[in-house]
C-alpha cells in the first residue's frame, strides 16, 4: 500500500505528553499568559528581563523532559522511510534526542536553545550554559535574545526554503499532521500542497482543528499512542513491498546468473 514521501507537520501536542505544556487548550500557556508581553519583539524591548525568565523557565523544562512515545515513532519513520520532511512548530530538542536526524527536520518557529544577537546575525547555541543576567552579544555589544520566531515576525527564509525544496520534490504519498491546532496559514498551505491530489492528509489530535474537514482520515487520540500505531503499520507495509520487490529481482536473476556460470 504504501512506499512514498512523506511529511509530517507537528505542534505542541506532540511534545504534551512529555509534559511540555501546549500553548492553548485548558493547561496552555495562553491561557494564563499573554503573548504580546512575552511573546512579540515590542515585549522585548519594553521588558527583556521577563521574557528571558520565561525563556529561562522553559529552557529547564525541555531539558528535564524526556522524549514521549511520538516523538519516537516520528524518528523511527524519519530513518526508514525513503525521502523525509518533518516540519516542526516546536522550539524543544526532543526528536532529536528521540534519534531523528537533524537533516530531516526543520524547526519552522527557531529553537529554544539557540540565542542570537537582536542587532547583529550571532548566535550561539546554549544547552548547557544559562546565565541569569541579559547576555550581550560577544560582537556588537547587542542585547541577545532567544532564536525562536515571536508573533508579528517573519520566518525564516532559508528554513521556508528547505520545506519548498521537499515541495518540488513531488507529491507525498502521505502527510500526518500531529498535536497542533493549525491556526498559521501555512501549516495549512504546505499538508494541503504536499499532499497534492492523490495522498493521504492524516490528523492526529484529539480535538477538532481547521485541518479536519481536509483530513482523509482523523484519529482522536494522544499523538503518543497513535503515532507508534500509525508507524508500525506503515513500516510493515514498507518492508512488505521491499520483500517483494527482492523475490521480484532475485526471480528476474536467476537465469543470467545460471547462465553467466555455465560459461
Ligand atoms: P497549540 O497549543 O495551539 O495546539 C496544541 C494542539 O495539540 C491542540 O490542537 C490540542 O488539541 C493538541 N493536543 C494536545 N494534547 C495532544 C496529544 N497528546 N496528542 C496530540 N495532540 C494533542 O500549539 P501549536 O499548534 O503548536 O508559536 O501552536 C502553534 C504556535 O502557536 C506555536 O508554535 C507558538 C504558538 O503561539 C509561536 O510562539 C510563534
Redesign the pocket.
Known amino acids: 500500500m504504501f512506499n512514498g514521501r512523506v511529511l509530517i507537520i507537528t505542534?505542541?501536542?506532540?511534545s504534551?505528553?512529555s509534559g511540555i505544556p501546549?500553548?492553548?487548550?485548558k493547561d496552555?500557556y495562553?491561557r494564563n499568559l499573554d503573548?504580546t508581553k512575552l511573546?512579540t519583539p515590542e515585549a522585548f524591548a519594553r521588558d527583556p528581563n521577563l521574557v528571558w525568565d520565561w525563556y529561562r523557565e522553559r529552557r529547564q523544562r525541555v531539558r528535564q523532559a524526556q522524549p514521549n512515545s511520538?516523538h519516537q515513532a516520528i524518528a523511527k519513520l524519519a530513518v526508514q522511510a525513503g525521502e523525509f520532511l518533518l516540519v516542526t512548530?516546536?522550539v524543544d530538542d526532543l526528536y532529536l534526542r528521540a534519534g531523528l536526524p537533524a537533516d530531516k527536520m526543520v524547526q519552522i518557529?527557531g529553537d529554544i536553545f539557540m540565542t542570537r544577537c537582536s542587532r547583529c546575525e550571532f548566535r550561539r547555541y546554549e544547552h548547557e550554559h544559562d546565565v541569569g543576567s541579559l547576555p550581550k552579544c560577544p560582537e556588537c555589544g547587542a542585547l541577545m535574545r532567544p532564536g525562536?520566531?515571536?508573533?508579528g515576525e517573519q520566518l525564516d527564509a532559508a528554513k521556508i526554503e528547505i520545506v519548498e525544496n521537499f515541495m518540488r520534490g513531488g507529491d507525498c504519498k502521505l502527510v500526518i499532521v500531529?498535536?497542533?491546532?493549525?491556526?498559521?496559514g501555512y501549516i495549512i498551505g504546505w499538508a494541503l500542497r504536499a499532499r497534492g491530489q492523490t495522498g493521504q492528509l492524516i490528523e492526529?489530535?484529539?480535538?477538532e482543528?481547521s485541518l479536519s474537514q481536509f483530513a482523509t482520515k482523523s484519529y482522536r487520540e494522544?499523538?503518543?499512542t497513535v503515532l507508534p500505531r500509525l508507524v508500525n503499520e506503515l513500516l510493515s507495509n514498507i518492508n512488505r513491498v521491499r520483500r517483494s520487490i527482492d523475490c521480484l529481482q532475485v526471480a528476474f536473476r536467476r537465469p543470467c546468473d545460471s547462465s553467466s556460470g555455465a560459461g
Open positions: 505542534g505542541a501536542g506532540v504534551a505528553e501546549t500553548f492553548r487548550g496552555g495562553w503573548p511573546a511520538g512548530q516546536n518557529h525562536v520566531v515571536w508573533f500531529a498535536g497542533t491546532t493549525a491556526l498559521f492526529v489530535n484529539p480535538e482543528t494522544p499523538a503518543g
